[in-house]
């Protein structure tokens, strides 16, 4: 089993940009594909990025292709979320998720979120 703790988010005006980390618990970090979800106001919670355990493969939804970027550095158990070129409409809470599945098959643990507010 694996606990994830979201932190980075915060309030950034159009344009700007963020650095979303996501720390695990947990000796096999390694194992896990991990991703990252966006639940905006009102809205479900979609997918927004995912990277293979051996961190060769990186899968990102169509809306955010080019702008953000998922790594994962191992050695410190953590994923991150780069954001540049952010829009008003990235505004949510993002979670980060892990499985044994695969990057894209369903995520067994979540994180309890982090707030990104993009401001006009």
């Known amino acids: 089993q694996v606990q994830l703790v979201e932190s980075g988010g915060g309030l950034v005006q159009a344009g700007g940009s963020l650095r979303l980390s996501c720390l695990a618990s947990?000796?096999?970090?390694?194992?896990?594909?991990l991703g990252w979800y966006r639940q905006a106001p009102g809205k479900e919670r979609v997918f927004l990025a995912a990277?293979?355990?051996?961190?060769?493969?990186?899968y990102y939804a169509d809306s955010v292709k080019g702008r953000f970027t998922i790594s994962r550095d191992d050695a410190k158990n953590t994923v991150y979320l780069q954001m540049n070129s952010l829009k008003p409409e990235d505004t949510g809470v993002y979670y980060c998720?892990?499985?044994?599945?695969?990057?894209?098959?369903?995520?067994?643990?979540w994180g309890q979120g982090t707030q990104v507010t993009v401001s006009s």
């Open positions: 998720a892990a499985t044994l599945r695969g990057a894209l098959y369903e995520y067994d643990y």
């Open positions: 947990g000796r096999t970090f390694s194992s896990y594909a």
């Open positions: 990277i293979s355990s051996n961190g060769e493969h990186t």
